[in-house]
């Protein structure tokens, strides 16, 4: 009995420790980075998780010869009368037909016999009782049973251990920290709402113009210039002029609203440059300015670049075969509600040879067409080269 609950204790012991020393790897190696923002209290509390479990193991594990204390059972050991101590709970399931009277003699176990017998043995004038019918109901071998590890039998334990160890270590080893081209269709990449106002705020351009509360579409309305494509267009290819998309009303049948002047000097202030002039952008705050008329007036025609994960873009929008989607996968609060953001790229003959959801740099100038109704945001490459891998893969 000693030697099984003593392995049960260091089984559970591993267990503790595995389970710590997982999330101490993720965090150590940096893996936490595609799975949870770095602001807030998530990742340092997978740190201080792992720790604590690894630290809470290591002392079950010293601690594991100790003294067991009373488990809180009510034994009724008492000892007290000179009897064995064991609460016997004797059930006499017979009438004894004695003709005399039976005295209580001190010292005795306390059944109800009036046989005057002791503990050591019942000593029955009439007869011996070695097989009287009493139920015994001795208690004193109790087997502490607490935990599944403890109550299962070895078939359930081992399916325990399974269970606790198995998963967590294979996750831990072959789950890639990325998604995969199937998931990212699944989530979206060619089904974009250009009117989305989420987290217009957080990735405004004109964040910094005098006058803008900080968002750069009106949250009741959206700030979503629409079109509709014109008859000799089925395609939706054919580039808006942004000065006039003033005079087109948004869904809701309200003029865009505009928040404060927004000039190219307000660009140039806010946007840093590259060596060779491009305003580096990152593909979320080129997807919000499709609602800002403004934006696109200033942004339409400068050079930009920024890195992001390609797709093929779908034969629907693709007619000539001359583009290819780019995307950034944008997190609220951990990878499981990750959504991409993308927009088309343009060549101006067939995209250069890519492999599905590598990173890429592109370079190109900005421009805005009417695509099934949606102001779209559209990158008219010149360039495009392999990047390297972000530290950061999500945008958060």
């Not at 004193?140 to 334990?157: F, K, P, T, V």
Request: hydrophobic fraction near 35%; aromatic fraction near 8%.
């Amino acid at each position: 009995m000693i030697k099984a609950r003593n392995a049960i204790h260091v089984i559970s012991v591993f267990l503790l420790i595995l389970w710590g020393a997982v999330m101490l790897y993720f965090y150590a190696t940096g893996r936490i980075n595609q799975y949870l923002p770095g602001d807030g209290i998530f990742r340092p509390l997978v740190l201080w998780s792992g720790i604590g479990m690894v630290g809470l193991g290591l002392f079950n594990l010293l601690t594991m010869g100790a003294k067991e204390a009373d488990c809180g059972h009510d034994h009724d050991h008492d000892n007290a009368d000179g009897c064995c101590g064991h609460d016997h709970k004797h059930d006499h399931g017979h009438t004894h037909g004695h003709a005399h009277d039976h005295d209580h003699k001190p010292g005795d176990c306390g059944h109800d016999h009036q046989h005057g017998e002791t503990c050591g043995g019942h000593d029955h004038d009439h007869h011996h009782h070695h097989d009287d019918g009493h139920e015994h109901e001795h208690e004193h071998g109790h087997d502490h049973a607490h935990g599944i590890l403890n109550e299962s039998g070895m078939a359930g334990r081992v399916f325990a251990i399974f269970m606790l160890a198995v998963p967590m270590t294979y996750a831990a080893i072959k789950t890639p920290d990325r998604f995969s081209a199937h998931a990212v269709m699944n989530k979206g990449v060619y089904e974009q709402n250009y009117g989305s106002t989420t987290r217009a705020d957080q990735f405004s351009l004109k964040k910094g113009v005098a006058g803008n509360p900080g968002a750069s579409q009106d949250m009741g309305a959206p700030n979503m210039t629409r079109a509709v494509s014109s008859s000799d267009d089925p395609q939706g290819g054919t580039l808006v002029p942004v000065p006039d998309a003033d005079k087109i009303p948004s869904a809701s049948g309200q003029q865009p609203k505009d928040f404060g002047d927004f000039t190219l000097k307000d660009l140039e202030a806010q946007i840093p440059k590259s060596a060779n002039g491009n305003f580096v952008l990152e593909v979320p705050e080129i997807y919000y300015t499709a609602g800002d008329k403004q934006v696109q007036e200033v942004l339409t025609g400068q050079p930009v670049e920024t890195v992001a994960q390609i797709l093929p873009e779908k034969g629907e929008f693709n007619p000539d075969g001359k583009r290819a989607r780019i995307f950034r996968m944008m997190v609220q609060c951990c990878a499981a509600d990750a959504r991409p953001y993308s927009i088309p790229v343009e060549f101006a003959d067939k995209p250069p040879t890519f492999k599905d959801m590598s990173w890429v740099k592109i370079t190109g100038k900005m421009g805005y067409e009417s695509q099934n109704g949606q102001i779209v945001p559209i990158i008219k490459a010149e360039t495009m080269s392999e990047a390297a891998e972000p530290d950061d893969q999500m945008v958060y």
